[in-house]
């Protein structure tokens, strides 16, 4: 079965850039989309096929897909920032739904 | 706006059926261009993605637990449920209604706020 591997933790100080990877493979082949999630609420859909941003979501959250990594990048992040955050793409050969392990993102 | 609303018990005893529905509003499930999708979180754990249906009755299911899902649509309503059978204590989560994008993307783009299910005796 296809999996999407995220590192577990990235931690990140407050203005700098912060990068979270999804890997999988030849994930470059597939739309990537990125979730937010803050403790207790719902996940928050930032980035979609692979590099555009939903109305709402601040310039500042941008990804990109290539190859076998999908990145989603957080420019000048701030502590609201500080979430988790899941990658998904969809399997054609499975025809479903694949969610990557998850990243905390800490801003300190 | 569209906004999503799971609704079901909260508890459900082991071996038996767990049934939550999920209310849309402000969208019309039938104007097409999107699924509607389930999602579950165990607790402190990653999401899981459980099936997808459109309107008009078709339906994806993750392997894992095709054998005890059932997804269906009740468009007079403007909602559509999810039945997973035969429950164990693996199946208590935090359960997600979505709307899934249907250009071939797959995307969940509006989530309800989740409910908890808890499968206990």
């Known amino acids: 079965s296809y999996e999407l591997t995220q590192p577990p933790s990235v931690s990140v100080s407050p203005g700098q850039t912060a990068s979270i990877t999804c890997s999988g493979d030849?994930?470059?082949?597939?739309?990537v989309c990125w979730y937010q999630q803050k403790p207790g609420q719902s996940p928050v859909l930032v980035i979609y096929?692979?590099?555009k941003r939903p109305s709402g979501i601040p310039e500042r959250f941008s990804g990109s897909n290539s190859g076998n990594t999908a990145t989603l990048t957080i420019s000048g992040t701030q502590a609201m920032d500080e979430a988790d955050y899941f990658c998904?793409?969809?399997?054609?050969?499975?025809?479903?739904?694949?969610f990557g392990g998850g990243t905390k993102l800490t801003v300190l | 706006q569209v906004q999503l609303q799971e609704s079901g018990p909260g508890l459900v005893k082991p071996s038996q059926t767990l049934s939550l529905t999920c209310t849309v509003s402000g969208y019309s499930i039938t104007s097409g261009g999107y699924y509607w999708g389930w999602i579950r979180q165990r607790p402190g754990k990653g999401l899981q993605w459980i099936g997808n249906i459109y309107y008009r009755g078709s339906t994806f299911y993750t392997p894992s637990l095709k054998s005890r899902v059932t997804m269906f649509v009740d468009t007079p309503k403007n909602q559509f449920s999810l039945k997973l059978s035969s429950v164990t204590a693996a199946d208590t989560a935090v359960y997600y209604c979505?709307?899934?994008?249907?250009?071939?993307?797959?995307?969940?783009?509006?989530w309800g706020q989740g409910t908890l299910v808890t499968v206990s005796s």
């Open positions: 998904q793409a969809w399997d054609s050969s499975t025809e479903g739904a694949i």
């Open positions: 030849k994930l470059g082949d597939k739309y």
């Open positions: 096929q692979d590099d």
């Open positions: 979505a709307r899934v994008d249907g250009s071939g993307s797959y995307y969940f783009d509006h």
